[in-house]
């Protein structure tokens, strides 16, 4: 995983419900069991960080998702992306819940990009990340399709040109079909200034709350005052922006300590805290237990 955060193989969870067939060695699965398509025996009831990028189909059901500190209520049929090193939760779902997901290891999802044109990668990268959610409506058969003519190359025996020609037919999907449903830019036409204040708020967040968790730092990054940044996000969120930011933390606080092998003094040094025992302290704090107790679960 990215930024030196080694992460339980999370692949190898599903190791034994993949069989060969559905499989590029560990570079691409296909996933067809329930089961694994719920969550419940993949990521689980608590935040967790995962290390391949997925797209899950979903075929009938509901199901609601928070990534990455955003909550996405998944209706079939609708494709969810979740790229690897986001942090994932699952909130719920419904019995009926059915679909496929083809999952990507880091090395694989990242030769995707090789060759392309670095800006245009990068914004439909950043697109896939701030916008994973996509409702099929009419359009279920372009994924159903494209997810058989995938399995279709895992299955065949030819194995000489195997592996680019799935990178090709994954890359056209995502530079084709997908581009044209995501949107570009979180700045919306017509939204309210106090909408784009708390869009670039939440933003921010999202690229600091590792290494900052003051308001007055987030509102010198979008050139407001500390007081009218407070002001815009308990109107737009009814919330404030402590929490949110709180929020984030403890999040990345809880998949680190279930989902990498990192040490407690190297989560705490990773997140700028400037010891592990006020590290140790602010966890328990707002969660009721020591790191060591929360990781034991």
């Excluded at 869009?199 to 979008?222: G, N």
Aim: hydrophobic fraction near 40%; glycine fraction near 6%; charged fraction near 25%.
């Amino acid at each position: 995983m990215k930024n030196g955060i080694i992460s339980y193989k999370w692949r190898d969870r599903i190791d034994d419900i993949t069989p060969s067939n559905l499989r590029i060695g560990m570079d691409l699965l296909l996933i067809e069991d329930a089961n694994v398509i719920r969550a419940e025996r993949v990521i689980g009831e608590e935040p967790f960080k995962v290390d391949m990028s997925m797209a899950i189909i979903y075929d009938k059901g509901e199901a609601m998702f928070k990534i990455d500190m955003h909550k996405y209520g998944v209706k079939a049929p609708a494709v969810i992306i979740i790229m690897a090193g986001q942090t994932c939760e699952l909130l719920g779902f419904s019995k009926d819940l059915q679909g496929r997901a083809i999952a990507m290891s880091d090395t694989f999802s990242d030769s995707l990009f090789v060759g392309i044109e670095r800006g245009y990668a990068h914004r439909l990268y950043s697109s896939m990340i701030n916008n994973p959610l996509i409702n099929l409506d009419n359009d279920q058969n372009v994924f159903s399709e494209y997810y058989q003519l995938l399995r279709n190359i895992v299955q065949s025996p030819d194995s000489e040109f195997k592996i680019d020609a799935v990178r090709h037919l994954t890359l056209a999907m995502f530079y084709g079909y997908s581009h044209m449903k995501h949107d570009m830019s979180i700045y919306i036409e017509g939204t309210s200034r106090q909408d784009n204040i708390y869009a670039a708020f939440l933003q921010a967040v999202e690229k600091y709350y590792k290494k900052e968790r003051e308001v007055r730092f987030y509102a010198e990054k979008i050139c407001v005052t500390a007081k009218h940044l407070s002001q815009v996000v308990k109107e737009v969120s009814g919330r404030t922006a402590s929490d949110i930011i709180k929020d984030y933390l403890i999040t990345e606080i809880k998949a680190l300590l279930l989902s990498t092998n990192m040490t407690i003094q190297q989560i705490s040094d990773y997140l700028n805290f400037p010891s592990q025992s006020v590290f140790g302290k602010y966890f328990k704090r707002i969660t009721g237990k020591s790191p060591k107790e929360y990781r034991k679960m």
